[in-house]
């Protein structure tokens, strides 16, 4: 077990290297200690087939990346990291969205490039990856929908495939319909239907219309009459 003096002296040197680079390429020896071990673990994680096995991996290891990271965080004027995007990527893989919005809002912040490996732009793996674990729980889990609602701001302008962002607006709209809010859920579904005709949120549009328009014509109770009370004097 790494010793909290040891997670000291790791924070503070990720600090310092992330605060020596500016907003250039990362450098230092506590980068190219994080970037030897990181290449060690993807060639684990390449020599396994099992996804399932996968995600249990970079739950193990994830934590070996922590003061690392919050280093780099706490110092960092947006040097181009390596680590820092991988283990952000890892975090939605595990299904720790939440743990993944620092290293997003910094990403965003200083529009990082997640390197050509990615093949898509720091705003598109966000968008992409969060709502295919959101998309995994299924219609009724809202767990998430507090981290994705962020993750559509920390986007919002930002160029992608239209198919990212429908994709991303349904999951939203689950979990706005999980949480029981309806005319935000139907915002979203119509939003990815606009989107992609094909994302998958047609029969949703149509059932909570249909429970809207009905919840809408069955009159509230201040609007029933009241009952007549009866004056007239007792015999």
């Known amino acids: 077990m790494v010793s909290s003096l040891r997670q000291h002296?790791?924070?503070?040197t990720a600090a310092q290297a992330a605060a020596d680079a500016g907003d250039q390429v990362m450098q230092g020896d506590a980068y190219h200690l994080m970037q030897?071990?990181?290449?060690?673990?993807?060639?684990?994680?390449?020599s396994v087939q099992s996804v399932e096995r996968k995600v249990e991996i970079k739950r193990e290891i994830l934590p070996n990346y922590a003061?690392?990271?919050?280093?780099?965080l706490d110092a960092g004027r947006g040097a181009e990291d390596e680590v820092l995007?991988?283990?952000?990527?890892w975090r939605i893989d595990v299904g720790d969205?939440?743990?993944?919005?620092?290293?997003?809002?910094?990403a965003m912040q200083h529009q990082l490039d997640p390197g050509e490996q990615f093949q898509r732009s720091t705003a598109a793996i966000l968008a992409e990856e969060s709502a295919d674990q959101a998309l995994a729980l299924g219609?009724?889990?809202?767990?998430?929908l507090d981290a994705l609602v962020e993750?559509?701001?920390?986007?919002?302008?930002?160029?992608?495939?239209?198919?990212?962002?429908?994709?991303?607006?349904?999951?939203?709209?689950?979990?706005?319909?999980?949480?029981?809010?309806m005319p935000d859920a139907l915002t979203h579904y119509q939003r990815a239907f606009e989107l992609n005709d094909r994302a998958g949120v047609k029969k949703d549009i149509e059932r909570i219309e249909k429970a809207l328009k009905k919840q809408a014509e069955e009159p509230?109770?201040?609007?029933q009459p009241e009952p007549q009370t009866n004056t007239s004097p007792q015999g």
Do not use: C, F
Not at 9 to 12: D, G, K, L, T, V
Not at 36 to 46: F, T, V
Not at 139 to 144: A, E
Not at 160 to 172: E, F, N, V, Y
């Open 151 to 181: 993750i559509n701001e920390l986007i919002d302008g930002r160029d992608m495939h239209d198919q990212i962002r429908a994709k991303l607006h349904k999951s939203l709209g689950n979990g706005h319909r999980a949480r029981g809010d």
């Open 97 to 106: 969205i939440t743990g993944a919005l620092p290293i997003a809002r910094y």
């Open 85 to 89: 995007m991988r283990v952000m990527l």
């Open 139 to 144: 219609d009724d889990d809202d767990s998430m």
């Open 36 to 46: 030897a071990q990181l290449w060690e673990d993807y060639r684990r994680l390449k």
């Open 220 to 223: 509230s109770q201040s609007e």
């Open 67 to 72: 003061e690392y990271i919050d280093g780099v």
């Open 9 to 12: 002296y790791e924070r503070i």
